[in-house]
Structures are given as structure tokens and as C-alpha cells.
């Protein structure tokens, strides 16, 4: 009795979840413990709600929710994600924001053994704490090392893991000895529902601007191919009036036909101060000045020559 109450009420909270909320992260929680999942709540309270429950029982209630009157309503979208140990967090607030919130909860965790790799993991060179004698022991790990001090240091930075690689006995002992965490774990968001669509969590990345520039990269395209094919689209138009009309001002101008946009632009032709650059006026006083001062270096000098002569007895007068 007590268990079917909890169902219901569990059932209940989640159908209110749906008529309240247009969008939900689908999230997997591998390796997230209580701890985490409660720090989890507690950042996102005021945001978005976390609900967690077996995939049977989160797919019956969605089933239940779409036979009571509700065939057709888009939640029935999440039903074949809901896979694995995941869980369900709903959300009204910006989906960008909500997500950032999601991916910063992680938590650094040891390497278990038959644990697999999330990451490449490296161990950097330096001293390890280890006496001399599990040299052999480090040696079984193809990883050079020498003896320093007393104890064993590394020489060189080695790659324990590889991403997808199985965490063996020796690597995870290597790495606690070491005090070395070296995955992080957290919820995973695998799907993102909103307003009845499904897609991939890497499209909260794509901004307008990121859209725009796609959309006019294609009607660039659409209209290149237009021109070339010679079939008029609605993004061809603008440049095959563009074309036309510069075809009609050329005509214009080499015979007596006229109208007035090409009598305008004959006008204009017809200026010569339309073709004529400004003249740099800061330009222009530097480099009139500076053969005024030649000139006058080369009269100083001329005045110095003749001053010279008074050395034979002195200036014109003389003579």
C-alpha cells in the first residue's frame, strides 16, 4: 500500500513536470554519487528540477500521461532516449544557462580498476615518494625512472591511459600512490527536449549570427547557380535588375538614348572635381616647406664662400 502511494505521488509529480515545463535535459548520471546528485539539486534549485526513477517506471508514466487524454503531446519524443541510467531535468530557464550549471557539477574521482578511460592520462616527471625498491614494479610499466634522493623519481612524462582504455590493476595502483585523481565525473547531457523536438546538446553552441551567416552563405549559393543557369529565382532577382540596369546606362551613354539616371550620371562624368582627390593639406605644407630650407642652407653657404675671401685681405672694399 505505502509503495503504491509513493508511485502515484512519484507519477503525479512528474505528469505536473510535463504540464509545466517545455524543455528537459536528458541526462546520464554514470557514476554520480548521492553526495553529488543532492549538490547537483541544490545549483539548480530555482532553475530547473531533477528527476530521477527506473526507465520502466519514467516510461510508464509518460505512457499512462498519453492515454489519459493526451495522444499526440510531444513528450512522447523522449521515450526511446530514456536508455541507461539516466535521468530527466526540466527547465523553462534559458537552456544555455541551465547547461553551463549541469556541466560544472563534476567531481574529480581515482582511476578504478575495469574502469574505462573518459580521458588521456599522463604522469608527469618528478619525484614519486617511492623507495628504491619498486624500481621493478615501475619497470613493468615501461616507465623510466631513476633513483634520487632515496626515493624513485620519474624521468620523462609518460601516457598511462588512453581514452576507452581499461584501467588495469597496476595503473591504478600507480595513480593512488601517486595521489593522483585523474578523471572527473558528473551528469553527462545526452539529448536536449524542447518544445517537442530532440536534438544534441552541441546545438545550444549555435548562435544567430552563426545561423545568419549560413543562411546568406546559401542564398549567395542558390543565386550563383541561378545566374549560371539563366533560371530567374528570388535570390537571382536583385542582381539580374542590378545587371539590366547597368546595361541600360551603358547604352545610354555611348548613343542618344537617354533618360534620367543616365543623364545624371553624365553629369557627374562631366565634373572633373568629381575625379579629383583631396590633397592632404598636413602632407602638403611639410613638403612645400622643406625646398625653402634648402634654399636658404644654400644661400648660408654661398655667404660663407665669400666670406672666405677676406683671408687675401679682406671683403670688396679693399679692391
Same mark, same amino acid.
Request: aromatic share 6%.
Given at each position: 500500500?505505502?509503495v ?12 505536473s513536470?510535463?504540464n ?5 535535459f ?15 539539486r541544490?545549483s ?8 530521477? @526513477?527506473?526507465n ?10 498519453l ?7 510531444? %513528450?512522447?519524443? %523522449?521515450?526511446e ?5 539516466? @535521468? ?12 553551463? %550549471? ?11 580498476v ?21 624500481t ?26 588512453? %581514452? ?31 518544445? @517537442?523536438?530532440?536534438? +544534441? ?7 544567430p ?11 549567395s549559393?542558390?543565386?550563383?547557380a ?23 546606362l ?6 542618344d ?16 572635381s ?20 634648402e ?11 665669400? @666670406? ?5 685681405g679682406?671683403?670688396? +672694399?679693399?679692391?
Amino acid at each position: 500500500m505505502v509503495v503504491s502511494d509513493k508511485k502515484r505521488e512519484y507519477a503525479s509529480k512528474v505528469v505536473s513536470y510535463i504540464n509545466t515545463y517545455r524543455s528537459a535535459f536528458i541526462v546520464g548520471c554514470d557514476n554520480v554519487g548521492s553526495k553529488q546528485m543532492q549538490q547537483i539539486r541544490v545549483s539548480l534549485r530555482g532553475t530547473a528540477v531533477v528527476v530521477m @526513477g527506473k526507465n520502466t517506471t519514467i516510461r510508464k508514466v509518460v505512457k499512462d500521461f498519453l492515454k489519459k487524454g493526451n495522444e499526440g503531446h510531444s %513528450i512522447e519524443a %523522449i521515450l526511446e532516449h530514456v536508455v541507461g541510467n539516466v @535521468g530527466l531535468i526540466f527547465t523553462n530557464a534559458d537552456l544555455s544557462k541551465v547547461r553551463d %550549471i549541469i556541466s560544472s557539477n563534476k567531481v574529480p574521482a581515482p582511476a578504478r580498476v575495469g574502469a574505462l578511460a573518459p580521458v588521456d592520462v599522463f604522469v608527469e616527471p618528478g619525484p614519486t615518494g617511492c623507495d628504491p625498491g619498486q624500481t621493478a614494479w615501475f619497470q613493468a610499466l615501461n616507465i623510466p625512472t631513476k633513483i634520487n634522493k632515496g626515493q624513485i623519481e620519474m624521468i620523462s612524462r609518460v601516457q598511462l591511459l588512453k %581514452i576507452g582504455d581499461k584501467v588495469g590493476e597496476s595503473q591504478a595502483a600507480l595513480l593512488q600512490k601517486l595521489n593522483i585523481k585523474p578523471f572527473s565525473y558528473g551528469m553527462g547531457i545526452q539529448k536536449v527536449y524542447d518544445n @517537442g523536438s530532440i536534438y +544534441d546538446v552541441a546545438v545550444l553552441d549555435v548562435k544567430p549570427e552563426d545561423l545568419m551567416s549560413k543562411f546568406m552563405s546559401g542564398v549567395s549559393t542558390v543565386a550563383a547557380a541561378s545566374l549560371a543557369l539563366g533560371i530567374p529565382t528570388k535570390a537571382s532577382v536583385v542582381h539580374s535588375i542590378n545587371d539590366a540596369y547597368k546595361a541600360l546606362l551603358a547604352i545610354g551613354l555611348g548613343t542618344d538614348y537617354k533618360f534620367a539616371a543616365v543623364t545624371a550620371f553624365e553629369n557627374f562624368l562631366s565634373n572633373a572635381s568629381n575625379f579629383v582627390a583631396a590633397a592632404p593639406t598636413g602632407g602638403a605644407s611639410s613638403g612645400g616647406a622643406a625646398p625653402k630650407k634648402e634654399e636658404k642652407k644654400e644661400e648660408e653657404e654661398e655667404e660663407e664662400v665669400g @666670406g672666405a675671401g677676406g683671408l687675401f685681405g679682406g671683403g670688396d +672694399d679693399d679692391w
